[in-house]
């Protein structure tokens, strides 16, 4: 086992202390005793495991540790991470009005599946799927992560309603591309302009 893959495997092991850090916050502001420690572990091991994101991709392209179960494991345990952060941020207390709408995490799962069946059934029909990933791809999991931020961090001075939105707009953009670029793999639309 490579060094990168041990740190990916260490990120995995954060996603759960982060919801029970979370979770268990939610619950003391449930109680009325919010405990802002809990609240502040829950954004400090998020961040940990954000940043060590970074430490293994850098630690497998400087010391030649690419494998492949690295290259499976690391974008599961990105997405695990991002998800596991987009639920705490909508079902969990973060304190009154702190929280994501729960139509924006359907908008976040349906964005997700349209990718995943549309590889499925394009490697059905192809025996093959070129993976290109797209700039709104990228703004779009940043936007995101900021719309979570906002909530874990209980930034006021700009309602959540703002970066939820701009979070929106990327997650629509981006599931529109990743549609187009699935359309036109069809085997009927390939060679035609797109």
């Known amino acids: 086992m490579t060094l990168a893959t041990l740190i990916t495997l260490i990120r995995l ?4 202390v982060f919801a029970w850090f979370a979770i268990r916050y939610g619950r003391s502001v449930d109680a009325g005793t919010a405990e802002e420690s809990l ?6 091991t998020y961040t940990l495991a954000a940043v060590l994101d970074g430490v ?3 630690i497998a392209r400087r ?4 494998s492949l179960a690295g290259a499976i494991m690391d974008p599961l345990v990105d997405k695990a991470l991002l998800m596991t952060g987009l639920l705490t941020a909508t079902f969990v207390n973060w304190g009154i ?3 994501l709408p729960v139509w924006f995490i359907l908008l976040v799962i349906a964005r997700d599946l349209e990718i995943i069946v549309g590889i499925w059934i394009l490697y059905f029909i192809n025996r093959k799927v070129p993976i290109i990933p797209h700039w709104t791809g990228k703004v779009c999991t940043v936007t995101q992560m900021i719309a979570m931020g906002w909530i874990m961090l209980k930034i006021t001075p700009i309602d959540l309603i703002w970066p939820t939105l701009l979070a929106t707009i990327f997650t629509l953009w981006s599931a529109y591309a990743y549609y187009m670029q699935g359309y036109w793999q069809l085997p009927r639309n390939q060679g035609k302009a797109a």
């Open 13 to 16: 092991l954060l996603i759960p």
């Open 39 to 44: 609240r502040w572990l829950a954004v400090g």
């Open 56 to 58: 293994d991709g850098w």
């Open 63 to 66: 010391f030649d540790q690419k």
């Open 97 to 99: 009005d702190w929280h």
